[in-house]
């Protein structure tokens, strides 16, 4: 935990000191390799654990009832928020 807190504070020193758009093109370059090795890695970590594939739909189908349950309670929530404030601006 301690690396990374110290690549983020190094991260922070460096934007700080070589500030500009030529750095800000690298970066976001970089951190999309990044992101996408992180995720091939994480697919390559899944697919050798015999005990995710074995229960890969089931996981599956978990996630969806999570992901579907989370849209529509966050829909539900705004949807009574911007009710209750049309009804204090009247």
């Known amino acids: 935990m301690l690396i990374i807190f110290l690549s983020l504070a190094s991260g922070l020193f460096l934007g700080f000191v070589y500030k500009g ?3 800000k093109s690298y970066s ?6 990044m992101i996408l090795l992180l995720v091939g890695l994480m697919g390559l970590s899944l697919s ?3 005990e995710i594939l074995h229960n890969f739909f089931d996981l599956g189908i978990k996630a969806s009832i999570f ?11 705004v949807t009574i928020l911007l009710r209750l404030l049309e009804r204090g601006e009247k």
Request: glycine share 8%.
């Open 21 to 23: 758009e030529r750095l």
């Open 28 to 33: 976001e370059a970089i951190t999309r390799i």
């Open 48 to 50: 050798s654990n015999r």
């Open 67 to 77: 992901a579907i349950g989370s849209i529509a309670g966050s829909i539900t929530a």
